[in-house]
């Protein structure tokens, strides 16, 4: 499989941004699509996570009622709507997919297939 990030760019904070990260390659049927962060001189970070089958969802604490994320099944893609951003979600945004249980979604060493990354800046 193939993922293909998009969507990030340059918004005021208490702005929105939606990210997408389309697959291509084969089905997720039996995968978990997670979304990962990386500022500059941090390690990666849990951001959300969706089951493709069933649709079930986490959430990193920092991000809970503020992200959504979704899956468009027809168009094999994965969404993350991204409200009342603030300066501290700034970061390069990447895409990721796993088969792993989902009690260890949150560690990105675990996912083995990765999306280039979107650049999110949030200026204050």
């Known amino acids: 499989v193939q993922l293909q990030a998009s969507g990030g760019g340059l918004v005021q904070a208490g702005g929105s941004l939606r990210l997408s990260c389309a697959a291509s390659?084969?089905?997720?049927?039996?995968?978990?699509l997670g979304w990962f962060r990386q500022a500059p001189g941090k390690e990666r970070e849990f951001v959300s996570a969706?089951?493709?089958?069933?649709?079930?969802?986490r959430y990193a604490d920092s991000v809970k009622g503020r992200f959504t994320i979704s899956r468009d099944l027809a168009k094999n893609t994965v969404f993350l709507q991204m409200n009342s951003l603030k300066p501290e979600d700034t970061a390069v945004y990447y895409c990721?997919?796993?088969?792993?249980?989902?009690?260890?979604?949150?560690?990105?060493?675990?996912?083995?297939?990765w999306g280039q990354g979107t650049l999110v800046t949030v200026s204050s």
């Open positions: 990721a997919t796993t088969k792993i249980v989902w009690s260890e979604i949150t560690n990105h060493w675990r996912y083995d297939v």
């Open positions: 390659g084969r089905t997720l049927s039996s995968y978990t």
């Open positions: 969706i089951r493709w089958s069933g649709g079930g969802t």
